[in-house]
């Protein structure tokens, strides 16, 4: 057992996850063709894919988080920037970004839910719509394990 005192690394400290909470607008959890009943609401898949074909430009690339931690088996390449976040991926090319179509994004994130990951679509303060999608677990992911962890929920639980 840990101390009380441990630091995982992994993670945001709960003032990192505050600190970038109050950056989003949201991030909506959405499901691949399963129904959820939660009270909350959620982009369902015909939405997403509304989105998707909506976007000018649609970029897949390797998880960060991932990539860095290592911590499970899940695909990697699952984290879709849209539109100027994805011209601004192409331009830095840390993570193996490529540009693909919406069938592609599509059976990205098929792939990623049968792996049993967590979507989520981010909508950054002042925009209309998510620039980026993540396929996300609790064991890799900044946010998403930050956020669980800190009780911060109100950002991942909101939707449009």
């Known amino acids: ?26 991030a909506v959890t959405i499901p691949v063709n399963l129904e959820i009943r939660l009270e909350h609401r959620v982009y369902d898949f015909s939405e997403v894919k509304e989105i998707l074909e909506g976007a000018r ?31 601004e991926l192409l331009e830095e090319t840390k993570h193996n970004p490529r540009e693909i179509s919406v069938d592609e994004a599509v059976k990205v994130l ?20 998510p620039g980026l999608i993540c396929s996300c677990c609790p064991c890799c992911c900044h946010t998403l394990g930050s956020l669980a962890r800190g009780g911060i929920h109100t950002q991942i639980l909101t939707s449009k």
């Not at 441990?6 to 600190?19: H, P, T, V």
């Not at 860095?68 to 984290?79: L, S, T």
Request: aromatic content about 6%; proline content about 3%.
């Open 1 to 26: 057992m840990r101390s009380p005192d441990y630091k995982d690394l992994r993670f945001y400290s709960k003032e990192e996850a505050q600190r970038i909470t109050g950056e989003l607008e949201k």
């Open 110 to 129: 098929q792939r990623s839910h049968e792996a049993g990951l967590v979507h989520l679509a981010y909508t950054m303060r002042g925009d209309e719509k």
């Open 57 to 87: 430009r649609i970029v897949v690339q390797d998880c960060g988080c991932k990539t860095e931690y290592r911590n499970c088996d899940a695909p990697k390449d699952v984290c879709i920037s849209l539109d100027e976040t994805g011209d």
